[in-house]
């Protein structure tokens, strides 16, 4: 997250040189004071049947966030003492990898070692060959010591260009090994072009927008499905689950493997909410008192619900604020009734929740839990602050406690608390500790004493079937370590009748992982009693098209519908599959999930999936049938077709929708329809020329239905249709016409010629008319490259309303040569500065060419100014009375076009429906200060293409091939290929400046009514 802060020397000054002596600190008037080692077990409050006992505490462990147990036994910690800052210019950076000791065998840390130090905001370590992957944002780092001295000697990076622009636990984090032998990593979907400096010859891989996976043994790196911010974990069946702050707990439904497959589909998202919408699924219940910043900010809402909303009352937590440290619990030391749950921290709260899954089709859903009204964990130390856990050799888990008074992202605590209460972020910077739980009744006693790196082959291939999860996935990792191709024969028997279902698939990985894996095991596990197995085995079976493409589509009837859902995934993977896709289409496109994998794999053979749905499934078109699931299925696959170069396609489709009875009703032709234009807007193709085409569009243009009317004009425009055109050109510039009429007219005008439509539209722009008249024969001017256009659009300007004027100056942005004829028409008079909106001067000061930011800055001022300062001055509009009615018409005048409801407006600004959580001070620095703290998936990215195009927006969605932008007034496709230069903004597309067009008054008025809630 973008932030700025008002103390910033004050900060500084604790970042870089106040926690190197803690107790130095000058205490805040609301500080406590920390619990010792030995009394915090005390401070634990458990469910009935277990007990809390530190494994390691300070001075051995200092502000631990991730640990892994090596295959000795060694114990590895990442300690971040940099959070939550990053070192000013030229401080080195504190956090480090630490060796934890136990010398006398009674199962705690009684020494310890700096393994490495000095790193970067260190957030995960995992163990390879005797070293350990560190995450150290921009770099993966492998450290291994060579002389025995747990302090390490070999320093390679890996991997390098991670984000650092934003908070730390948004960086890389949580390194997972699944079963399939790559090891996995949390990104938050932050940009990032990665490059091997440890193997050169691996492609650039680009991660925003996912997470990202890597393989030990070959260096290969890989998109993965996400986003993740703090907290992954994986079950035995390599399905993964994941955490983002107030969101604990979510299922990688969709792998990125396929959809990087497909460039002409991108899904709305690939992760799964699991506790649904039942609240009780995600309450929590910590022990501790809010701490005295939150209070304030408690006592402010209350204030307003009591004039706003009588009766509410305002209860401090109850929810996830800090959800973090996502585990999936696979130790065998308490029982079976609690093997497979998934445990989140919420460090804010101090507590772990338990979390039960059930199957819910292709994902999860969570189950009530046992302990109702309280949590599996909780304690009464507001210090505690529980951020990863861990599954450890002993069957127990393990929690990572970083200990600190604050844990809160500074930017999100209003300035002035931060100062009247002189909050120390780093005290308890050298406290930290490690929590082991053990049952009070244990299913299994071991301890952490291990020697699996001494195993035999045979010995590792046996613990593949064992019930502790750390103990199998160790196993498996030495294996692959090893490449012990002598393993083979004992991992093809283990896989064929292995006493657990865990160990037959893991062997079949570790098979894979030797590059031993035939099809004839993968064809047994095609057939497994358990659905986990077959589902992977599904997946294994790609490898294998020609002997196991027919054993893939035989499942496609299987009974688990996790299997069902690989199957359809796979499918793509193979040819001549068209048949079963249209068939399982036909049968489960109403699930989402199952919806978007038959689109996946679909891809190319698109038309031939809907034909034969068209020939073959006659039901999937009858009355009855979840028409919305249908004609959203119909609709993307249409869409495929049209981004699909081979245009016999586009034939066959328009035929269909001409002439196929199933297509005939109004709804689902015009979702074909408007499919079919979307795909046609991002192949970037126009003047198509097919046979009879003027024909079906003469028809639809002139359908009685309004919504076939409408999809037919948005997709004639890609087409050469001369006859309408020419009727359009005439419609369009007839005056006694409707106004709808003629609008239908001009927006028909796209699929001209401009010296042809040019003087058509130049006229209706020359002359009085309907507001809708005018902003359509702009959309329809932009639509054209002609440098022309921009002077049709300048001489119109002065008959031009406000929405006009916006959409031509959203327009000429965006060209190169445009841009510089608005800036010489502000310049010489013939537009007003004034008339060029906030939002247009803000991307002009961003805009790619030095030259234009120049421009702009003399012609608007367009330089940052220092808005704290303007905050600082205008923090007395606080103290007037508010009127939120008045409040109400400020917001619709000047907000309510970038923040209502996306359904209502295209929305470039944040929902601001839960902006009442924000107090009076806050609202008033992000009103003034818009930029103070910009939400991630509401940075403005500004893309050029190799035209000179310029388009700006936020980030809607992007695959392999194409990147989708969210602009002011419409969505933006780009194929990547097109793409010469892209980047994200640090300015906020708010704003600056609004207290010149507000008073203080307004600015009371405004902040009342957003805290009385939208």
């Known amino acids: 997250m973008q932030s700025r802060f008002l103390l910033f020397t004050l900060l500084l000054a604790c970042a870089s040189c106040g926690w190197m002596n803690p107790e130095s600190a000058k205490k805040g008037p609301y500080d406590t004071d920390p619990t010792e080692p030995a009394d915090a077990p005390a401070t634990i409050h458990l469910v009935d049947g277990f007990e809390a006992e530190i494994y390691a505490s300070e001075p051995h462990v200092v502000s631990p966030v991730e640990m892994c147990f090596d295959e000795n036994g060694g114990v590895y910690v990442a300690e971040m003492l940099d959070y939550p800052y990053d070192p000013k210019k030229g401080d080195q950076p504190q956090s480090r990898v630490r060796y934890l000791i136990d010398s006398d065998g009674d199962g705690k840390v009684d020494d310890s070692v700096i393994f490495a130090d000095h790193m970067l905001q260190v957030t995960s370590v995992f163990p390879w ?4 992957f560190v995450a150290s944002a921009p770099d993966i780092y492998y450290l291994k010591d060579e002389d025995g001295d747990h302090v390490a000697d070999l320093k390679e990076v890996w991997y390098t260009g991670f984000d650092t622009s934003v908070s730390p636990e948004s960086r890389i984090t949580n390194f997972r090994f699944d079963v399939d032998n790559w090891i996995y990593a949390a990104n938050n979907g932050r940009p990032g072009r990665i490059t091997s400096p440890k193997f050169p010859d691996k492609p650039e891989v680009l991660v925003r927008g996912y997470d990202f996976r890597f393989h030990p043994g070959t260096g290969e790196f890989k998109p993965a499905a996400g986003p993740t911010q703090f907290g992954m974990s994986f079950n035995d069946w390599g399905e993964r689950f994941v955490t983002q702050n107030t969101v604990h707990l979510r299922h990688t439904v969709l792998p990125a493997r396929y959809i990087l497959q497909n460039p002409y589909y991108a899904p709305g998202s690939m992760l799964q909410y699991v506790p649904d919408d039942d609240p009780s699924n995600s309450t929590v219940y910590p022990l501790t008192e809010p701490q005295e910043w939150r209070k304030e900010r408690t006592e402010a809402r209350q204030e307003r619900y009591d004039e706003t909303q009588p009766g509410r009352k305002e209860l401090v937590g109850g929810h996830f604020t800090a959800a973090t440290g996502t585990t999936v619990f696979s130790g065998d030391a308490w029982g079976d009734d609690y093997y497979g749950n998934v445990f989140i921290a919420d460090a804010n709260g101090g507590l772990v929740h338990r979390e039960l899954l059930s199957d819910k089709g292709v994902t999860y859903r969570s189950e009530p839990r046992p302990e109702t009204g309280k949590e599996f964990w909780a304690s009464t130390d507001i210090w505690h602050r529980p951020v990863n856990m861990a599954n450890a050799p002993d069957g127990n888990l393990y929690v990572m406690d970083f ?3 604050y844990i809160e992202e500074p930017a999100s605590i209003p300035e002035a608390i931060k100062q009247r209460l002189q909050l120390d972020f780093y005290r308890g910077v050298d406290r930290g500790r490690i929590w082991r739980i053990r049952s009070k009744t244990p299913a299994q006693q071991r301890d952490l004493k291990v020697e699996l790196g001494k195993a035999s082959t045979a010995e590792l291939v046996e613990l593949l079937d064992h019930h502790n999860g750390w103990h199998r996935f160790t196993a498996q990792r030495l294996l692959l370590e090893r490449q012990d191709k002598g393993a083979a024969d004992a991992l093809i028997a283990k896989a064929a009748s292995g006493a657990t279902p865990q160990g037959r698939l893991q062997a079949l990985w570790a098979l894979d992982g030797l590059g031993a894996l035939q099809a004839a095991q993968v064809k047994k596990a095609l057939a497994d009693e358990h659905p986990g197995v077959r589902r992977n085995a599904v997946r294994m079976a790609e490898k294998f098209p020609g002997e196991l493409g027919g054993a893939i589509v035989a499942l496609q009837e299987d009974s688990d519908p996790k299997v069902r859902f690989q199957v359809a995934l796979s499918l793509g993977e193979l040819d001549g599959t068209v048949k079963p896709l249209a068939a399982m289409a036909a049968q489960h496109s109403d699930d989402p999930w199952m919806r978007a994998a038959l689109l996946i794999s679909s891809g190319k053979n698109s038309w031939s999936v809907m034909n034969r749905l068209l020939v073959a499934h006659a039901g999937f078109f009858a009355a009855g049938q979840d028409a919305e699931s249908r004609d959203d299925f119909l609709r993307a696959l249409a869409s495929q077709v049209g981004a699909n170069p081979e245009r016999d396609q586009l034939t066959l489709l328009l035929q269909a929708i001409g002439g196929s009875p199933r297509l005939s009703a109004p709804d689902v032709k015009a979702a074909v329809l408007r499919g079919l234009g979307q795909g046609l807007d991002l192949s970037g193709e126009r003047k198509l020329r097919v046979p009879g085409a003027e024909t079906l569009f003469t028809r639809w243009v002139g359908d009685s239905n309004e919504a076939v009317r409408d999809a037919a004009l948005e997709t004639a425009q890609y087409f050469t249709l001369p006859a309408m055109l020419a009727d359009a050109k005439q419609a369009a510039a007839n005056e006694t016409f409707a106004a709808d009429r003629r609008v239908r007219a001009v927006r028909f005008l796209r699929g001209g010629e401009y010296a042809d439509v040019g003087p058509v539209l130049s006229k209706i722009l020359a002359a009085p008319a309907a ?10 001017l932009t639509s054209f490259d002609d440098p022309a256009a921009s002077k049709a659009l300048l001489a119109g300007w ?85 009127d939120a009615a008045h409040g109400e018409k400020v917001f619709e005048d000047n907000c309510a076009k970038c923040h209502l409801s996306q359904g209502e407006r295209g929305r470039l600004g944040p929902d601001l429906s839960g902006v009442n959580n924000k107090t009076r001070e806050e609202l008033l620095a992000h009103i003034l200060d818009p930029s103070f703290e910009i939400q991630s998936n509401y940075t403005n990215y500004i893309v050029v293409d190799k035209q000179g195009r310029i388009y700006d927006g936020l980030l809607a969605s992007e695959t392999a091939e194409t990147v989708t932008l969210r602009g002011e007034y419409e969505n933006f496709s780009l194929r990547r290929s097109d793409i010469e230069e892209m980047r994200a903004s ?25 805290r009385a809630g939208l």
């Open 129 to 132: 060959k005797g070293g350990v």
């Open 798 to 882: 002065a008959g031009y309303g406000p929405a006009a004027r916006q959409r031509a100056v959203d327009a000429m942005i965006r060209r190169t040569g445009w841009v510089d004829d608005l800036l010489a028409a502000v310049e010489s008079g013939e537009v007003a500065p004034q008339a060029i909106d906030p939002v247009a001067k803000i991307r002009l000061a961003e805009h790619p060419d030095e030259k234009v930011r120049a421009r702009a800055a003399a012609l608007f001022g367009t330089s940052r100014s220092d808005r704290a300062k303007v905050v600082e001055e205008y923090s007395d509009a606080l103290d007037l009375k508010a």
């Open 403 to 405: 200990y600190r008074e």
């Open 771 to 780: 507001p809708e008249l005018h902003a359509a024969a702009i959309e329809t």
């Open 986 to 1010: 640090n300015v906020s597309l708010m704003p600056e400046g609004l207290e010149k067009d507000l008073s203080r008054q307004d600015l009371a008025d405004v902040i009342a009514y957003l």
